[in-house]
């Protein structure tokens, strides 16, 4: 039977999504797991799966159109459906755009703008009345760089202009550009920043508004509140030289943290929970996102099942998540979920700081660097340790300040026990 597939919600609260490269064609068999198409999201571009198996039957959008969350991609038919049953099942589902993703025309002189094609975007049209095909994505970056579509060499299908496009022109817009006359007026870059004797203004790009717009949210309808604990971590950075002695993976800090957080999950099971309107979700196994900085802003990555994670296994996990997000290859399955997060800038030096949470998860853990302090030992006595400063930021319409205060002690315990996390 022919079923249609749908723009899926790639990241919590997305509204929308672009197909930037299809993988497949109409015709192709495909397996369960197989690369169906790269979706630009506000935060990453990640590849779109196949969850069944069967035959590519038709393609409803074009590379570079943005389409609603929900709406109509593509169809897929089992073996020997034609187009009868394609055009079934797009009835079934209602859907409005029933044209195959054929290839654009060649842009030609015309006495007037042309009628788009079902599923088609408008397109602006060229002083000669020839139609220039470029995506919603591609002409809004285009406006926030400053550049004139026009000015854009397009190579996707029939000239069309997508985002690699635009990028290479502003590569070689930069590599080329003369040094600038001087002027009375802020001059202006390939990029748009808006340069004065005061300051550069950056226009803001997708997902830097996706950010502000998603971390305002959090801050406006989730009630925060902040637990603090100081871990000992002689023990673990003892333990974690003599691994990295003999180990042919380096584990690092930050692999020790999830583990102790995955361990801290299990420990106290009503903290692995997230908000949901319906009720409280709680989850079985320790699924932690890990904030990853990438040139665009910031990720969150979800590493599965980290409570049965042995230490190599966690660092070589977020070691190729980290890449992939940093790079844009990160699958769609891999940003949803999640029922915990960690952001951790020890590795900057910030002895301390408090994160805004991720919804709908209800807790996020800020780490900070370790440090040597003063401390007090089981003898009474004071000595010179080194000491790690961890914030639990907890949404308290889930979690109560006992049951934060219960989970924040599991994962100080665990630190400052590292044998703990071998099991």
Request: hydrophobic share 45%; charged share 20%.
């Amino acid at each position: 039977m022919a079923e249609i597939i749908r723009m899926p919600e790639v990241l919590a609260g997305a509204t929308e999504a672009a197909i930037q490269t299809w993988l497949v064609a109409v015709g192709d068999a495909v397996g369960v797991g197989q690369a169906l198409a790269e979706i630009e999201t506000d935060k990453a571009t990640v590849e779109l799966s196949a969850e069944i198996e069967g035959t590519i039957g038709r393609l409803l959008v074009r590379q570079g159109d943005n389409v609603a969350v929900g709406e109509p991609i593509m169809v897929m038919t089992a073996l020997g459906e034609g187009v009868d049953a394609i055009e079934r099942a797009l009835a079934a589902a209602g859907a409005e755009v029933a044209a195959p993703a054929a290839p654009e025309p060649v842009a030609t002189p015309a006495p007037a703008p042309a009628v788009p094609a079902a599923g088609a975007a408008a397109s602006p049209v060229q002083a000669d009345g020839g139609r220039l095909f470029a995506s919603p994505l591609v002409r809004r970056l285009a406006a926030q760089q400053g550049i004139e579509i026009a000015e854009v060499s397009g190579t996707g299908p029939n000239g069309r202009i997508v985002r690699r496009d635009l990028e290479r022109h502003l590569s070689a817009a930069v590599a080329v550009a003369p040094p600038a006359a001087p002027s009375s007026t802020p001059p202006r870059t390939a990029n748009s920043k808006t340069e004065s004797a005061d300051y550069v203004l950056v226009p803001l790009d997708r997902m830097r508004k996706a950010i502000a717009r998603r971390l305002t949210e959090s801050k406006a309808t989730v009630p925060h509140f902040y637990l603090v604990a100081d871990c000992r971590v002689e023990a673990l950075l003892a333990l974690r030289a003599e691994i990295n002695a003999t180990s042919p993976r380096r584990i690092s800090v930050n692999d020790f943290v999830l583990k102790a957080v995955a361990g801290a999950l299990m420990d106290v099971p009503s903290a692995n929970a997230i908000w949901n309107e319906e009720g409280i979700r709680q989850f079985s196994s320790a699924e932690i996102s890990v904030a990853v900085a990438t040139d665009g802003g910031l990720t969150t990555p979800v590493l599965r099942g980290v409570e049965r994670m042995s230490l190599s296994a966690v660092s070589a996990s977020v070691a190729d998540l980290a890449e992939r997000a940093r790079t844009g290859r990160l699958k769609q399955h891999e940003l949803e979920g999640g029922s915990f997060s960690v952001s951790n800038l020890g590795m900057y030096g910030t002895s301390q700081f408090t994160a805004i949470l991720n919804p709908p998860q209800s807790g996020i853990l800020a780490v900070g660097a370790s440090r040597k302090m003063p401390v007090v030992d089981a003898n009474g006595d004071v000595i010179i340790a080194p000491v790690m400063t961890v914030t639990l930021s907890a949404d308290h319409r889930v979690l109560d300040g006992a049951v934060a205060a219960e989970l924040l002690a599991a994962f100080q315990r665990r630190v400052e026990n590292p044998l703990t996390m071998l099991t």
